[in-house]
């Protein structure tokens, strides 16, 4: 996701971190086992963190990628992350599910966890302020779900 | 003027909100980056700020200035255009909303977004750099090519992303390159009004403003190539430049070649069936009634901007109900392709039993019969499958079953993985690249050469032969049927998409013919209400044999067209040609002498009498016939070729310098344009022009090795093999009775 597109989605200027391994690692992980491409150093598993300080606190979007070994156990310990309220979304990855992670309920937040064949991926956007009224928080899940559509192209 | 449906002024609305100022109840801002002005200085002064940020860190890796290279797409005043130039697709959808809600669900909306693509784009940006995208996404996203996104480490916001082909790139299209494809317009600075002047005013105007003068809002928005195929070219015609893939020019599709050559467009003399002029428009962009409020209809309807086609494979996968089911609907109602069951023919004979219905026959238990199927490219201005049929499957499904139901035959099976029977008929092709190897994932860069091409071009038609043997024992009713499916992507493409683990994707059945045989007596019956006339299926199947290259059998079966047709210039007409392609001069002089008395001067016959004309060296007549050809059809760019090489070989320079400049105009990769054009303006002085033609001829012309890169993967692929060969017979018999049994007449 480039810092333009993170930056609109926090309604500002963001800073950006990124977290990523050692990009000549001894033992890289199998990515990308069906297409058999050799995956580039900066598209291994990664976490990114985008904030920006606003008037009610700072609002951040993460981004994290990991390689599942084995898809079907390792992606429902992801989903297991996700609290009550899942809702399956059509047209995102070869799966992802809106959630909410538990104790954020009352707080603008919405999280997206998915998977582009066996790379799953997360992406959460926390504006730092109170839940926002209906129309508030399905634009902010709109948002996301943009967000995760850009993290899942690129994943493909 | 009211916009039907609409009681108020539509609301303006912002082109997207950060979310905080919406949290925060802030009312509506104007889109950053684009005033509403007519001061055409200061939106200069702002487009000029931001193309020279932009051009600080991008990378122009083919060239100083080429912001779209390798693609084609150019912008007036060449120079970038921030996103927000752009009006979204939201803000037309505002007063537009039936072209907004069936474009939301459109392929050209959804271009850059779907998995599909970017499974195949992604390779290409992660093994060689995002630079080199900006060859497909000219097409597939050009306001991210435009706004200079597609460099290592932009910064760029992307949510123009996921509406693709929006409103506001085909509707600010000013003018159209020469049909190279790849994205060959140009694009002008997006407005939704132009001034009193005409002069476009690009940002969003006051709604009140458009309402007041819909005239100067039609006159920025709409252009009258809009309904031309030729505007469709721009994109629906691709290469693949030397640029991208260091080896050489190649033609990767043209459809709009494809329908320029066909009957639908009327460019043509040499169709073997006529049809009203029928541009790529009149198909995909049907009108029909508006159901939500539309200022672009006409008396309740509204030309589609479904653009529905052979994608199935987007809506299913976003679940886009509504162009589903239409594109089913297109697909399955559009009677594109007639299946002709037509004859059969028992091993050992010649004789064919045709047509079938009408035939009395015997078939005996333990018998191995032939069944000949005829494919008809019936009502497509373009070939079957179009465009990239290295990712879609259509192929031929035939099967054969007793009065039980058990199969005796069956060909074009979905395997229990869900792959294509490997040895099924079908209408794809093997792209190779140097290791002979199967280019898969869409990595067209590193395409060679093509193994295999198997296609039905517009108008014509296919033979397709199945071999099965009467079981011993066998009694009763027989029943053969033949199917043309179609799934969009083909399986293996898919599992790279997406892993194994994917939901089956629709198979669609375009068409189809059933038909009983008897083990025993066989009496003559009727034929199916909407199957072609008799003389028809003759012609069909004389076309087949004439591109299987079985001359003798394609005169006798044109001869029964004629038999039954004696009013049928073409049926004349189509012997003739025939009898050229083997070289049989005379016989063809014959044949097309019959076929301008029966229609004199009919470009057609005309055309390939000039061809026997030129054989005889008779050039004044063969002159003279092609002018008439060239007259009558001064876009076909076959009789264009021919009469410049008439010109040329009768040492009129002058003469034949305008026809192949014609000819490249109609085609600017015409080949024959080039070399000959080269020659030209060589012996004319015009040595820098003679120069760039030898240097296009080279680099499009056919490199002589590419073929061995085909063999390697033929000999690795037998079941491609066998249906590489021009005509070749699907059969479970291993080597098939009909064979051994000539093998052993050759030994006579």
Same mark, same amino acid.
């Given at each position: 996701?480039?810092?333009?597109?993170?930056?609109?989605?926090?309604?500002?200027?963001?800073?950006?971190?990124?977290?990523?391994?050692?990009?000549?690692?001894?033992?890289?992980?199998?990515?990308?086992?069906?297409?058999?491409?050799?995956? @580039?150093?900066? @598209?291994?598993?990664?976490?990114?963190?985008?904030?920006?300080?606003?008037?009610?606190?700072?609002?951040?979007?993460?981004?994290?990628?990991?390689?599942?070994?084995?898809?079907?156990?390792?992606?429902?310990?992801?989903?297991?992350?996700?609290?009550?309220?899942?809702?399956?979304?059509?047209?995102?990855?070869?799966?992802?599910?809106?959630?909410?992670?538990?104790?954020?309920?009352?707080?603008?937040?919405?999280?997206?966890?998915?998977?582009?064949?066996?790379?799953?991926?997360?992406?959460?956007?926390?504006?730092?302020?109170?839940?926002?009224?209906?129309?508030?928080?399905?634009?902010?899940?709109?948002?996301?779900?943009?967000?995760?559509?850009?993290?899942?192209?690129?994943?493909? | 003027?009211?916009?039907?449906?609409?009681?108020?002024?539509?609301?303006?609305?912002?082109?997207?909100?950060?979310?905080?100022?919406?949290?925060?109840?802030?009312?509506?801002?104007?889109?950053?980056?684009?005033?509403?002005?007519?001061?055409?200085?200061?939106?200069?002064?702002?487009?000029?700020?931001?193309?020279?940020? =932009?051009?600080?860190?991008?990378?122009?890796?083919?060239?100083?200035?080429?912001?779209?290279?390798?693609?084609?797409?150019?912008?007036?005043?060449?120079?970038?255009?921030?996103?927000?130039?752009?009006?979204?697709?939201?803000?037309?959808?505002?007063?537009?909303?039936?072209?907004?809600?069936?474009?939301?669900?459109?392929?050209?909306?959804?271009?850059?977004?779907?998995?599909?693509?970017?499974?195949?784009?992604?390779?290409?940006?992660?093994?060689?750099?995002?630079?080199?995208?900006?060859?497909?996404?000219?097409?597939?996203?050009?306001?991210?090519?435009?706004?200079?996104?597609?460099?290592?480490?932009?910064?760029?916001?992307?949510?123009?992303?996921?509406?693709?082909?929006?409103?506001?790139?085909?509707?600010?299209?000013?003018?159209?390159?020469?049909?190279?494809?790849?994205?060959?317009?140009?694009?002008?600075?997006?407005?939704?009004?132009?001034?009193?002047?005409?002069?476009?005013?690009?940002?969003?105007?006051?709604?009140?403003?458009?309402?007041?003068?819909?005239?100067?809002?039609?006159?920025?928005?709409?252009?009258?190539?809009?309904?031309?195929?030729?505007?469709?070219?721009?994109?629906? +015609?691709?290469?693949?430049?030397?640029?991208?893939?260091?080896?050489?020019?190649?033609?990767?599709?043209?459809?709009?070649?494809?329908?320029?050559?066909? /009957?639908?467009?009327?460019?043509?003399? &040499?169709?073997?069936?006529?049809?009203?002029?029928?541009?790529?428009?009149?198909?995909?962009?049907?009108?029909?009634?508006?159901?939500?409020?539309?200022?672009?209809?006409?008396?309740?309807?509204?030309?589609?901007?479904?653009?529905?086609?052979?994608?199935?494979?987007?809506?299913?996968?976003?679940?886009?109900?509504?162009?589903?089911? +239409?594109?089913?609907?297109?697909?399955?109602?559009?009677?594109?392709?007639?299946?002709?069951?037509?004859?059969?023919?028992?091993?050992?004979?010649?004789?064919?039993?045709?047509?079938?219905?009408?035939?009395?026959?015997?078939?005996?238990?333990?018998?191995?019969?032939?069944?000949?199927?005829?494919?008809?490219?019936?009502?497509?201005?373009?070939?079957?499958?179009?465009?990239?049929?290295?990712?879609?499957?259509?192929?031929?499904?035939?099967?054969?079953?007793?009065?039980?139901?058990?199969?005796?035959?069956?060909?074009?099976?979905?395997?229990?993985?869900?792959? &294509?029977?490997?040895?099924?008929?079908?209408?794809?092709?093997?792209?190779?690249?140097?290791?002979?190897?199967?280019?898969?994932?869409?990595?067209?860069?590193? =395409?060679?050469?093509?193994?295999?091409?198997?296609?039905?071009?517009?108008?014509?038609?296919?033979?397709?032969?199945?071999?099965?043997? =009467?079981?011993?024992?066998?009694?009763?009713?027989?029943?053969?049927?033949?199917?043309?499916?179609?799934?969009?992507?083909?399986?293996?493409?898919?599992?790279?998409?997406?892993?194994?683990?994917?939901?089956?994707?629709?198979?669609?059945?375009?068409?189809?013919?059933?038909?009983?045989?008897?083990?025993?007596?066989?009496?003559?019956?009727?034929?199916?209400?909407?199957?072609?006339?008799?003389?028809?299926?003759?012609?069909?199947?004389?076309?087949?044999?004439?591109?299987?290259?079985?001359?003798?059998?394609?005169?006798?079966?044109?001869?029964?067209?004629?038999?039954?047709?004696?009013?049928?210039?073409?049926?004349?007409?189509?012997?003739?040609?025939?009898?050229?392609?083997?070289?049989?001069?005379?016989?063809?002089?014959?044949?097309?002498?019959?076929?301008?008395?029966?229609?004199?001067?009919?470009?057609?016959?005309?055309?390939?009498?000039?061809?026997?004309?030129?054989?005889?060296?008779?050039? /004044?007549?063969?002159?003279?016939?092609?002018?008439?050809?060239?007259?009558?059809?001064?876009?076909?760019?076959?009789?264009?070729?021919?009469?410049?090489?008439?010109?040329?070989?009768?040492?009129?320079?002058?003469?034949?310098?305008?026809?192949?400049?014609?000819?490249?105009?109609?085609?600017?990769?015409?080949?024959?344009?080039?070399?000959?054009?080269?020659?030209?303006?060589?012996?004319?002085?015009?040595?820098?022009?003679?120069?760039?033609?030898?240097?296009?001829?080279?680099? +499009?012309?056919?490199?002589?090795?590419?073929?061995?890169?085909?063999?390697?993967?033929?000999?690795?692929?037998?079941?491609?093999?066998?249906?590489?060969?021009?005509?070749?017979?699907?059969?479970?018999?291993?080597?098939?009775?009909?064979?051994?049994?000539?093998?052993?007449?050759?030994?006579?």
């Amino acid at each position: 996701m480039t810092i333009g597109t993170a930056s609109a989605l926090l309604g500002g200027e963001a800073k950006m971190v990124v977290t990523a391994p050692d990009p000549h690692p001894a033992t890289p992980p199998a990515a990308d086992m069906y297409t058999g491409q050799e995956v @580039r150093a900066d @598209r291994l598993d990664t976490s990114c963190e985008f904030s920006r300080a606003t008037e009610g606190g700072v609002a951040r979007l993460s981004i994290s990628i990991t390689t599942m070994r084995k898809i079907e156990p390792e992606f429902a310990a992801l989903l297991d992350h996700c609290g009550g309220n899942r809702v399956a979304l059509k047209g995102l990855g070869n799966e992802a599910y809106r959630c909410a992670k538990p104790g954020t309920e009352q707080s603008a937040q919405s999280m997206i966890v998915g998977r582009v064949r066996n790379r799953a991926f997360v992406i959460e956007i926390a504006l730092g302020l109170k839940k926002a009224d209906a129309a508030g928080q399905k634009k902010l899940s709109e948002e996301v779900e943009f967000g995760a559509e850009q993290v899942a192209g690129n994943l493909f | 003027m009211m916009m039907p449906g609409n009681s108020r002024m539509c609301a303006v609305r912002a082109v997207r909100l950060p979310i905080l100022f919406l949290l925060a109840g802030v009312c509506c801002q104007a889109q950053t980056g684009t005033v509403y002005s007519t001061d055409q200085a200061a939106q200069q002064k702002l487009r000029s700020e931001y193309a020279t940020t =932009i051009g600080q860190s991008y990378n122009f890796a083919f060239g100083e200035g080429k912001i779209s290279a390798p693609g084609n797409a150019m912008v007036e005043g060449n120079s970038f255009l921030p996103a927000q130039a752009f009006p979204s697709a939201e803000y037309c959808g505002h007063c537009h909303q039936e072209a907004y809600h069936q474009w939301q669900q459109s392929l050209h909306r959804n271009a850059f977004r779907t998995p599909f693509y970017r499974a195949s784009v992604n390779i290409l940006i992660n093994t060689r750099g995002i630079e080199n995208s900006r060859h497909c996404d000219s097409c597939h996203n050009p306001i991210g090519v435009l706004a200079g996104a597609l460099t290592e480490d932009s910064k760029l916001d992307r949510h123009f992303d996921p509406d693709g082909l929006t409103c506001t790139t085909c509707h600010s299209v000013q003018k159209l390159q020469p049909a190279l494809g790849n994205g060959s317009y140009v694009m002008g600075v997006p407005a939704v009004m132009v001034d009193e002047k005409g002069n476009r005013m690009p940002g969003i105007p006051p709604d009140g403003e458009i309402l007041a003068h819909l005239d100067r809002h039609s006159k920025a928005v709409m252009q009258d190539f809009y309904h031309r195929a030729d505007f469709c070219a721009a994109c629906h +015609k691709a290469n693949i430049p030397v640029s991208l893939n260091g080896y050489k020019e190649l033609r990767a599709f043209t459809t709009y070649d494809e329908w320029q050559n066909s /009957k639908y467009s009327q460019q043509s003399p &040499l169709n073997f069936y006529r049809a009203d002029y029928t541009p790529c428009q009149g198909c995909h962009m049907k009108r029909a009634a508006n159901v939500l409020p539309e200022p672009g209809a006409k008396n309740g309807t509204f030309v589609s901007h479904r653009w529905l086609a052979g994608n199935t494979a987007v809506p299913f996968y976003y679940g886009l109900t509504e162009q589903y089911d +239409k594109t089913i609907e297109f697909l399955k109602t559009g009677n594109y392709l007639n299946v002709d069951i037509f004859a059969l023919r028992k091993a050992g004979t010649t004789k064919l039993i045709a047509p079938l219905e009408g035939q009395r026959y015997h078939l005996a238990p333990g018998e191995v019969v032939q069944a000949y199927v005829v494919i008809q490219n019936k009502a497509i201005g373009h070939s079957l499958v179009p465009e990239v049929r290295d990712l879609y499957e259509a192929w031929v499904e035939f099967e054969v079953t007793d009065a039980d139901g058990h199969v005796i035959y069956h060909s074009g099976f979905i395997k229990p993985d869900g792959m &294509l029977d490997a040895r099924a008929h079908s209408f794809t092709n093997r792209p190779v690249n140097a290791q002979g190897t199967f280019v898969d994932n869409h990595k067209v860069w590193t =395409i060679h050469s093509n193994a295999y091409d198997n296609t039905i071009t517009a108008g014509r038609s296919t033979l397709v032969r199945y071999e099965f043997r =009467i079981p011993e024992g066998a009694t009763g009713a027989l029943k053969l049927e033949a199917k043309v499916n179609y799934r969009h992507f083909r399986q293996s493409y898919l599992n790279n998409v997406f892993g194994p683990d994917h939901p089956d994707y629709p198979l669609v059945e375009l068409a189809s013919r059933t038909t009983t045989i008897n083990v025993g007596a066989n009496a003559p019956g009727s034929t199916e209400a909407d199957e072609n006339p008799e003389w028809m299926r003759w012609n069909n199947l004389g076309i087949s044999y004439l591109d299987q290259q079985q001359y003798a059998e394609a005169v006798r079966a044109f001869t029964r067209v004629v038999h039954l047709r004696p009013d049928y210039a073409d049926g004349y007409t189509n012997i003739g040609l025939t009898e050229i392609s083997w070289e049989k001069f005379g016989s063809a002089r014959v044949a097309l002498q019959r076929a301008l008395r029966v229609s004199p001067g009919d470009a057609r016959a005309t055309f390939y009498m000039a061809l026997v004309e030129r054989r005889e060296g008779d050039d /004044k007549a063969e002159i003279a016939d092609l002018e008439s050809v060239v007259k009558q059809f001064p876009q076909s760019r076959d009789a264009r070729r021919e009469l410049g090489v008439s010109y040329y070989q009768h040492e009129r320079p002058d003469d034949a310098l305008i026809q192949f400049e014609a000819l490249q105009g109609i085609d600017p990769d015409d080949l024959a344009a080039h070399y000959n054009l080269a020659l030209l303006y060589s012996r004319m002085g015009q040595k820098d022009k003679a120069k760039q033609q030898i240097g296009l001829f080279r680099l +499009k012309k056919n490199d002589p090795g590419a073929p061995t890169y085909s063999l390697d993967f033929l000999r690795l692929h037998p079941e491609i093999s066998n249906e590489s060969k021009l005509w070749h017979v699907h059969s479970d018999l291993g080597e098939s009775d009909d064979h051994a049994s000539m093998m052993k007449d050759g030994q006579k």
